[in-house]
């Protein structure tokens, strides 16, 4: 079975500060079903660093993919994505809930 590979285009949805915001952005993604790939300098997760673009990290999928990409992360969250019930007092964004986790993982000491 001899098949060509097929050469992926990649395109950068979204560029993110911190591996752990990163992480959280691309299981999101994956959850939906996309596929996802972070490009992000070596440096940064091994020294865990964030700062003169260590820390940048861009959410890259495939271009077929990123229009429903693109959606998805301007979507706000959805009661229905948590077993609690929502409280109609709380609205936060993804980028809300990764900076939350990004300052839980800063005060352990951890990216």
Known sequence: MDQEPKDVRLVTVQVIHGMLRANVIRGLLESAGIPVMLRYEAAGPAIGL???????????????WEQEARDLLAAEPSADATEEPADDNV?????????????????????
């Open 50 to 64: 964030i700062i003169d673009g260590l820390g940048r990290v861009e959410i890259q999928v495939p271009d077929e």
């Open 91 to 111: 609205e936060e964004t993804w980028d809300e809930i990764a900076a939350s986790a990004q300052d839980d993982a800063d005060r352990l000491g951890t990216d």
